[in-house]
């Protein structure tokens, strides 16, 4: 019999950026609005898509990225291997016109962002005023967590009795973390039950 003319062939191969891909007619149509089905369901003049030799697919495009797009399309699910940036992903989901991905990898920007936004440190400051004397014994019984910051002379305006003490503001910090966000580990004493009481109820 005649060869089916390549249109109603199953297989579609792609030239992205050198690199091919081959997939199904099914899977680049999936998402109906997107480019690659346009590309190869409406294979009409007026997409003008150019094949090379292979008659593959020319898409100008970073074939690095693509992967995650192609299985995307093949499974629904968004797997992106570490060393691929996000961002890359997205940009091409953008360009491909998947929408729903696009909201895909916009979430996981987002998650990840919120799961390295502890990546600033905040810090907690605070200012003792202490006088000379004192100010050894301070930084000896500062709490764990807290770094010593910086000394601020405020000269010796007070005078206690006779003698001139000389005044400090002494500046310190702790690292805020948001994992111990104001969650004090020690349970109070009201808190501790008496497995005896337990066993009453």
Known sequence: GAARPPAASKWVRLNVGGTYFVSTRQTLCREPKSFLCRL?????????????????????????????????????????????????????????????????????????????????????????????????????????????????SIGSSYNYGNEDQAEFLCVVSRELNNSTNGIVKEPSEKAKVSPSVLSLQ
Not at 123 to 142: D, F, G, K, N, P
């Open 40 to 152: 190869c369901c409406q294979d009409g003049p007026e997409l003008g898509s150019d094949k090379d030799e292979t008659g593959a697919y020319l898409i100008d495009r970073d074939p690095t990225y693509f992967g995650p797009i192609l299985n995307y399309l093949r499974h629904g699910k968004l797997i992106i291997n570490k060393e691929l940036a996000e961002e890359g992903v997205l940009e091409e989901a953008e360009f491909y016109n998947i929408a729903s991905l696009v909201r895909l990898v916009k979430e996981r920007i987002r998650d990840n962002e919120n799961r390295t936004s502890q990546g600033p440190v905040k810090h907690v400051y605070r200012v003792l005023q202490c006088q000379e004397e004192e100010l050894t014994q301070m930084v000896s019984t500062m709490s764990d967590g807290w770094k010593f910051e910086q000394l601020i």
